[in-house]
């Protein structure tokens, strides 16, 4: 499996971005997804994630602010991140859970200037 995240750049606080994440292979449909991130002297924390029935779970810092979904046709996962903060800023990482594996994504960087 390998998985390929784009959609980072800089944007102003407040402002919108999305990330995707394409998976190869044929395990994503059943697989669930996440999006985890990691700022600089910080570690990996996890941002959303959703499992392979739809059901979304997000850390307290983003809920209401940052929607996980996917789309097992496209074997895509996508985080829509809006009001963003500066302190979103990280290198965010997709990730696939097959337990008892996990496999990552390369990140894209996302800058929130404020």
């Known amino acids: 499996v390998q998985l390929q995240a784009s959609g980072g750049g800089l944007v102003q606080a407040g402002g919108s971005l999305r990330l995707s994440c394409v998976a190869s292979?044929?395990?994503?449909?059943?697989?669930?997804m996440g999006w985890y991130r990691q700022a600089p002297g910080k570690q990996r924390e996890l941002v959303a994630s959703?499992?392979?029935?739809?059901?979304?779970n997000y850390a307290d810092s983003v809920k209401g602010r940052f929607t996980i979904s996917r789309d097992n046709t496209k074997r895509t996962v996508y985080l829509q991140m809006n009001s963003l903060r500066p302190g979103d800023t990280a290198v965010y990482y997709c990730?696939?859970?097959?337990?008892?594996?996990?496999?990552w994504g390369q990140g894209t960087q996302l800058t929130v200037s404020s």
């Open positions: 990730n696939l859970d097959r337990h008892p594996t996990d496999y």
């Open positions: 292979g044929s395990i994503f449909s059943i697989s669930a």
């Open positions: 959703i499992t392979s029935g739809g059901r979304t």
